[in-house]
Nanobody, 120 residues
Framework: QVQLTESGGGLVQAGGSLSLACAAS????????MAWHRQAPGKQRELVAS???????TYLDSVKGRFTISRDTAKKTVYLQMNNLKPEDTGVYYC??????????????WGQGTQVTVSS
């Protein structure tokens, strides 16, 4: 039974900062890519940032220079540091981890989502 648990969402003013974390639990053989996605009301879910096992990072253009993704594979945790937040960053943030549980082939697991609201 693999489960991802997210924490760190909340309400902040524009220009403020938030830190998100997502930890996996259960019997896990290996973890590949980790990522954060978000979904604003009435919009499609979009990839915000990803990080590979070798720490290669990618970012949505609109968050470059403001957000930083990092990982601690031993702790089965991915983080997202968000600085200089803007109202358009508002949405539900979902973490994703590509996990093999040694029972079947690897697949993506998703967190429950955490609300981030940025006020002007």
């Amino acid at each position: 039974q693999v489960q991802l648990t997210e924490s760190g969402g909340g309400l902040v003013q524009a220009g403020g900062s938030l830190s998100l974390a997502c930890a996996a639990s259960g019997i896990i053989y290996s973890i590949g890519d980790m990522a954060w996605h978000r979904q604003a009301p009435g919009k499609q879910r979009e990839l915000v940032a990803s990080i590979s096992r070798s720490d290669d990072e990618t970012y949505l253009d609109s968050v470059k220079g403001r957000f930083t993704i990092s990982r601690d594979t031993a702790k089965k945790t991915v983080y997202l540091q968000m600085n200089n937040l803007k109202p358009e960053d508002t949405g539900v943030y979902y973490c994703r981890q590509f996990i093999a549980d040694n029972r079947s082939g690897p697949r993506n697991y998703w967190g429950q989502g955490t609300q981030v609201t940025v006020s002007s």
